[in-house]
């Protein structure tokens, strides 16, 4: 019952700003831990963020300062806010919904190209 859905991505150049968005289904997210994974061409996927359970918040160094992982409860949505995008954030971006009860559900993905 649980769905994960990934929305937002898409090409902005270096220095540009992009947010992405998980709809979460099946369950509210005042039940989850939400991360965000990404992978490049070539390479396997990689912690990029996470929220746990009481609001707790990771994020890789590589992206420390620059993106900001948060969460509507009452839309039922994640975001991930990318702020100053380098061409080394091009890569197909992930959620993951960690119930509190049981499971680990990911989204499709969604694109983001960094490029000028």
């Known amino acids: 019952q649980v769905q994960v859905m990934e929305s937002g991505g898409g090409l902005v150049q270096p220095g540009g700003s992009l947010i992405l968005s998980c709809a979460v289904s099946?369950?509210?997210?005042?039940?989850?831990?939400m991360a965000w994974y990404r992978q490049a061409p070539g390479k396997q996927r990689e912690f990029v963020a996470n929220?746990?359970?009481?609001?707790?918040?990771s994020y890789d160094a590589s992206v420390r300062g620059r993106f900001t992982i948060s969460r509507d409860t009452a839309k039922n949505m994640g975001y991930l806010q990318m702020n100053s995008l380098k061409s080394e954030d091009t890569a197909v971006y992930y959620c993951?919904?960690?119930?509190?009860?049981?499971?680990?559900?990911w989204g499709q993905g969604t694109q983001v190209t960094v490029s000028s």
């Open positions: 929220i746990l359970r009481r609001g707790a918040i």
């Open positions: 099946g369950t509210p997210l005042t039940e989850v831990a």
């Open positions: 993951k919904i960690v119930p509190f009860s049981e499971g680990v559900f």
